[in-house]
């Protein structure tokens, strides 16, 4: 039996790529470049790289990439993108729980959810930092955005989201956020590149900061920082606070 974000990303990356939250690129790459120091020798993993659209504003600016999801029709739109941009890039289908990486790069990216808080347990979610970590070099950099725990205690998820969703976009329904297990549960409505109809029962697992750096800290990373998530907009700048719907992490081995 698929899970909801299996599903949920079959026939579904030209209308992906017009989500509100995809519209970010270009400023979040910006930080990540300045992250790195501009060193166009630097190996980049793109873990749940989804069309591709981190990946390839990476390689158009002269970085190598190797970038790897799930979906089988993610990853044709990603490849297809690339083609007409005219980049190279080394696109994968695997499965973040499951990755063989080992010492081979110098950052790790996994952003908008690409696969860590997706997982239906939190030790597949921690797979997924493992396996970030294992295939790091040492002194190599992780970063990527989650949800933040801290956000649904004080505001509604849906309210949030509703408001930040334009007309075409996926539509959130019934959701249900569970204090025990920081899971808000949802019935996403939502049509597909074909003009199907579907909607999907589905939940994500929400962080607080505390769980984060604890977790990085049992893989060995030495200096974990945590921010505020701007869409488009990332900085070292934005200190967390109960405002932020998402969390930007940078953890260093």
């Keep these: 039996m698929?899970?909801?974000?299996?599903s949920l990303f079959e026939n579904y990356g030209v209308k992906y790529d017009?989500?509100?939250f995809t519209q970010g690129t270009?400023?979040?790459?910006?930080?990540?470049?300045?992250e790195i120091s501009y060193n166009k020798s630097s190996r980049i993993l793109d873990i749940g790289c989804g069309t591709g659209r981190h990946s390839i504003e990476l390689a158009k600016r002269g970085y190598n990439l190797t970038s790897?999801?799930?979906?089988?029709?993610?990853?044709e739109r990603a490849k297809q993108k690339a083609s007409e941009e005219k980049v190279k890039i080394d696109f994968r289908k695997a499965d973040a729980r499951e990755l063989n990486f080992k010492n081979e790069f110098d950052?790790?990216?996994?952003?908008c959810e690409g696969a860590f808080p997706?997982?239906?347990?939190?030790?597949?979610?921690?797979?997924i930092l493992q396996n970030a970590a294992a295939a790091l070099r040492e002194k190599g950099k992780l970063i990527f955005t989650t949800l933040n725990g801290l956000f649904p205690l004080f505001h509604s998820v849906k309210d949030f989201i509703t408001v930040n969703t334009k007309e075409g976009n996926a539509v959130y329904e019934k959701n249900s956020f569970d204090l025990m297990t920081f899971r808000?549960?949802?019935t996403t409505v939502f049509e597909d590149d074909f003009g199907n109809k579907k909607e999907l029962a589905c939940n994500e697992r929400y962080y607080v900061p505390s769980e984060i750096t604890w977790m990085l800290k049992s893989l060995n990373f030495k200096k974990i920082d945590i921010f505020g998530s701007k869409l488009?907009?990332?900085?070292r700048k934005d200190i967390l606070t109960t405002e932020d719907f998402e969390i930007l992490v940078i953890a260093e081995k």
């Design 18 to 20: 017009k989500e509100i």
């Design 118 to 127: 997706l997982m239906e347990t939190d030790e597949m979610n921690y797979r």
């Design 232 to 235: 488009g907009a990332f900085s």
């Design 184 to 186: 808000d549960y949802n």
């Design 68 to 75: 790897v999801d799930l979906s089988d029709s993610q990853l």
């Design 107 to 111: 950052l790790v990216i996994m952003l």
């Design 26 to 34: 270009i400023g979040e790459c910006n930080f990540i470049e300045e």
């Design 2 to 6: 698929k899970q909801w974000y299996e």
